[in-house]
């Protein structure tokens, strides 16, 4: 295993693994391991256990909450975790057991060559599409990744169906879901030294929305839920099994575009209630709009919002699906005229580029504001909330960000009534404004019984918003988890909760 070792050989030749694309900036790290194998994990964390050094897990370094950046000690990189063992095949259900270091393009290239025991063209895949694909098998699971089709598929806790994690003191635990259950909030783990640990489960409740903030904790829950999400703060992952989904026959994607915000809300609302093959809804608001005309010079005009959507068909349906489609468009003042579609690779890319150029946008223009003031970042909300509150959230968010003119876009997973709600500050003043009304909004998410990440994770820059969702006790409670698997508390800290609770 190759070991770097001293902070100024690491900062002067390494820089890049020492930052995600939360840019959070990093501590003093003194030590950058590349683990080949399991074993090189296991002896390189009972280093750091026995010199009490903090050790932080970095991967496809994607993560925007700043997850994978240390704060001092020692950085463990995961980078040669890129094997992929095969598929298997449990009941009817196929499966690929990968190492954590493989990145979602690797493993969807793999699926591609893949021709199932014969069964081609292909007819399996990995449903969880995190829009940013150079992101690792390791991290999606840690963080719990989800993307467009989780309206459809859920997140990636759906999908494990296995896991190898190694604890801070070396010892490796192979996890098979539906194995390991709690007894109550009970939960105990034996460990291949014969010792066991004992674990009080949080007894929080946690928001019936999509979620990744903070430790899975339910009465009877599998053991294996307790470390997807957990964000590197248990264990670390070393192999993952992952369960495929069954290719759909045909997709056809629709960008649909309407005059107003409410008429896109309104389609979206009635076409879930209708299009029960639809896998894909995505929400783009005026803010959008605005932040892609300048390099869309073919985006209709007279339109300010739009709704994206995929949906599965086959050759007897679509004419029906098609025509309840037209109706609905009609009835919200858009029309198939109003609306782009595609069948083919070339056209389904091409919408989908307009999806993904938003968050580029918004980097590029917060860089140019950088320039001047050097300490903005964007303010990015990444909260979820029940559907029967979902349109009060969003009149939440607009009476308090319409009247101080904030520059503001809200995009993304309304399929799941989550909302990317992104402030894109112009000067410092509109930069404390806005932290203040994230802070207000996580509030509000919270009393309409919603997430304050549904997708990102809390990483080291999210601890206010979770103690919001679940107070001192559930964050005590999380730290008590940590402290029995992670006692001398090496692993990933900084993340999801403060020291002070460690210490506690
Ligand atoms: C443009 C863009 C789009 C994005 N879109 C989405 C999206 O659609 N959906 C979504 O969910 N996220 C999205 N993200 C966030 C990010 O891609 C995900 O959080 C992703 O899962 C991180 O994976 P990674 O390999 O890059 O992990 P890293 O950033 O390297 O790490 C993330 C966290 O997981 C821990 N970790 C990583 N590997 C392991 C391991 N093997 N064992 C234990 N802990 C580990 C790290 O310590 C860290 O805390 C997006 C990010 C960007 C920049």
Known sequence: MRIIEGKTNIISGFLTYLQDESK??????????????????C???????????????SNGKTGVV????????????????????????????????????????????????????????????????????????????????????????GPTRNWVRSLRVVLSDGNVLSIERGKIFADGYDLEIKLSDGS????????YKMPSVKNAAGYYAKKNMDLIDLFVGSEGTLGVVTEVELALAKKPENIIVLLAFFPQEQNAMNFFFECKTILKSAVVFEYF????????????ADLPS????????????????????????????KK????????WGGFEKKDIEKIRQIRHSIPET??????????????????????????????????????????????????????????????????????????????????????????????????????????IMYGKKGLKEMAEVKKVLDPKGILNRGNIFNEEYLNA
């Open 66 to 153: 700043g997850g994978a950046v240390p704060v001092a000690g020692a950085l463990m990189s995961l980078e040669k975790f890129n094997k992929i063992f095969g598929v298997n095949k449990n009941g009817d259900e196929y499966r690929v057991r990968l190492e954590s270091g493989v990145s979602l393009d690797e493993f969807y290239k793999f699926l591609e060559n893949e021709n199932f025991s014969g069964s081609t063209p292909l007819k399996y895949f990995y449903p969880v599409d995190v829009t940013e694909s150079t992101a690792k098998i390791g991290g999606t699971v840690s963080t719990n990744a989800s993307g467009e089709r989780s309206f459809k598929y």
């Open 332 to 339: 919200n003042n858009s029309s198939m005229d109003n609306t």
């Open 285 to 296: 608001d005026k803010g959008a709009f605005e932040l892609l005309r300048p390099k869309m």
């Open 24 to 41: 959070l900036s990093f501590g003093d790290v003194e030590y950058l391991a590349f683990p080949e194998n399991e074993n090189d994990v």
């Open 196 to 203: 066991i640990k004992k674990i009080k489960i949080p007894n």
């Open 362 to 467: 918004i980097n590029e223009t917060l860089a140019r504001t950088k320039q001047k003031y050097p300490a903005i970042h964007k303010i990015s909300a990444d909260i979820a909330v029940p559907a029967e509150n979902f349109l009060e959230m969003v009149s939440y968010y607009k009476s308090k960000l319409e009247p101080l003119k904030l520059q503001y876009t809200l995009f993304g997973h309304i399929g799941e009534h989550h909302l990317h709600m992104n402030i894109l500050p112009r000067n410092n003043k509109e930069f404390f404004k806005a932290k203040e009304l994230h802070l207000d909004f996580a509030k509000k998410a919270v009393l309409l019984g919603g997430t304050v990440s549904a997708e990102h994770g809390i990483g080291k820059i999210k601890h206010q918003y979770l103690e």
């Open 43 to 57: 002896e390189f964390l009972k280093f750091c256990r026995d010199k009490n050094i903090p050790v932080t897990i």
């Open 302 to 329: 007279a339109q300010n919002s739009a709704i994206f959507f995929e949906i599965e068909y086959t050759d007897d349906n679509l004419e029906n699906t098609m025509s309840a489609i037209g109706k609905l468009l």
